[in-house]
Nanobody
């Protein structure tokens, strides 16, 4: 079993920054691809960013050049640096682990989420 625990959410004004963290425990996730998803009220869950163990990344167009995903394989942690936040970034943000080393696999574990609220 793997547990994913997110932290770092909160209330921030538009234009501000937040850094989300995800701690993985239970077994090593250092070789698995990892991702951040988000779900705004009334919307479906969407991919924000994802990262391979070697550091390759992809981003949703809506967050490109504003968000940065990173990971520390030795510490089994995942982070999301969010800059220039906009009200439309308001959502519950989830950390997720792929069931394999690449993005062709599905997700097998999810955190419970951390709430980000961006005021205008």
């Amino acid at each position: 079993q793997v547990q994913l625990v997110e932290s770092g959410g909160g209330l921030v004004q538009a234009g501000g920054s937040l850094r989300l963290s995800c701690a993985a425990s239970g077994s090593s996730s250092s070789v698995n691809a990892m991702a951040w998803y988000r779900q705004a009220a009334g919307n479906s869950r969407e991919l924000v960013a994802r990262i391979l163990s070697g550091g390759s990344t992809t981003y949703a167009d809506s967050v490109k050049d504003r968000f940065t995903i990173s990971r520390d394989n030795a510490q089994n942690t995942l982070a999301l640096q969010m800059n220039s936040l906009k009200p439309e970034d308001t959502a519950l943000y989830y950390c997720a682990k792929y069931d394999g080393t690449t993005w062709k696999y599905g997700m097998d574990y999810w955190g419970k989420g951390t709430l980000v609220t961006v005021s205008s």
